[in-house]
């Protein structure tokens, strides 16, 4: 299913839950994204796809025929819709709790707002209770390559970026064919089929670099049956070298830090010397961006670069 029909059918999902009284075919093609642009015929067609497709899953649309009224009138009863009231033991529900903490973000949150709205707009009353923070689906991940791969798998397109592999300073140009986002240990990883080695491979997306290009036409990517995108990440990985960052910290700041630094010199200048064990300087670069001005990166080199990337696009 495209994404525009997708969002087609959560809108009218939204808009039939919406409103306290039966809405016209008119009413629901001017209020809901994706009908008001076709023509009668071309709307009359859909709005009927829409409604079997949507009846074929199980959402119940009435058909309400008011003896005052020309044409029928359409809506969703919550009651016939809402699940019945659910029960959860305290671990289903902690579980229940992570897994809607992992969502931030989601494109179909501003047209479904848009839809009620149109409603309001239009005068039609709507249930308060419905709103924009209901809707919302949220998911966080602070690698900036997360949102275009994400659109990729979805739209499986091609994808080209900059790579640094793993205990490495050098960068390599990485062609993808993505098959998936997965999540291993609180790090994400790209799993897809690697075309400069012709094999499937996984990438950590804290060490992809610059920007993430898509390369050709959506659906171009097959996914292939069965791929198991779990066992992709979930082999142990090579053993990273640890290394030792020196880091400037203003005095009487960042205590976390100073706790888990090897060692820290007192300076007289009002900052302190740090030196601090990683692996990966991306992520290094994701917690010393965070501490803003209380901190400063002396060395290595590709982790202080990897910080001002992440001020500069901060500040950009």
Do not use: H
Not at 150 to 166: I, Q, S, T
Not at 171 to 197: C, K
Request: glycine share 10%.
């Amino acid at each position: 299913m495209s994404r525009r029909k997708t969002e087609r059918l959560l809108n009218l999902v939204i808009c039939l839950l919406a409103t306290r009284r039966p809405l016209s075919a008119e009413q629901i093609r001017q209020a809901v994204p994706g009908y008001d642009r076709d023509g009668d015929e071309a709307f009359q067609r859909m709005f009927e796809r829409d409604k079997n497709e949507l009846r074929e899953i199980g959402i119940p649309i009435d058909v309400v025929r008011d003896p005052w009224e020309d044409e029928p009138g359409y809506r969703i009863e919550r009651q016939s819709y809402e699940l019945p009231e659910i029960t959860l033991e305290a671990d289903e529900a902690a579980v229940l709790g992570l897994a809607a903490q992992v969502w931030q973000r989601a494109s179909l949150a501003e047209a479904a707002s848009g839809a009620l709205l149109k409603l309001r707009a239009g005068g039609v009353a709507t249930d308060e209770t419905i709103g924009a923070g209901a809707l919302e689906l949220r998911l966080d991940t602070r690698d900036p390559a997360f949102p275009a791969l994400w659109d990729a798998v979805r739209d499986r397109r091609l994808v080209r970026f900059d790579y640094r592999g793993a205990g490495s300073e050098n960068v390599r140009s990485r062609t993808v064919e993505p098959w998936g986002v997965v999540s291993r240990r609180g790090r994400w990883y790209l799993a897809g089929f690697d075309r400069g080695r012709d094999a499937p491979r996984a990438f950590r997306l804290s060490r992809i670099t610059g920007q993430v290009v898509t390369v050709g036409r959506p659906g171009s990517i097959e996914v292939p049956p069965g791929v198991d995108l779990r066992a992709m990440v979930g082999f142990p990985e090579e053993p990273v070298e640890e290394r030792m960052a020196v880091i400037r910290v203003r005095q009487g700041a960042c205590e976390g830090l100073r706790q888990l630094s090897r060692v820290v010199r007192t300076g007289s200048d009002g900052w302190d010397e740090a030196e601090l064990g990683f692996t990966d300087p991306e992520r290094l670069a994701g917690w010393m961006a965070s501490l803003g001005a209380d901190v400063e990166v002396v060395d290595p080199p590709d982790a202080r670069e990897a910080v001002i990337r992440r001020l500069k696009g901060a500040l950009a």
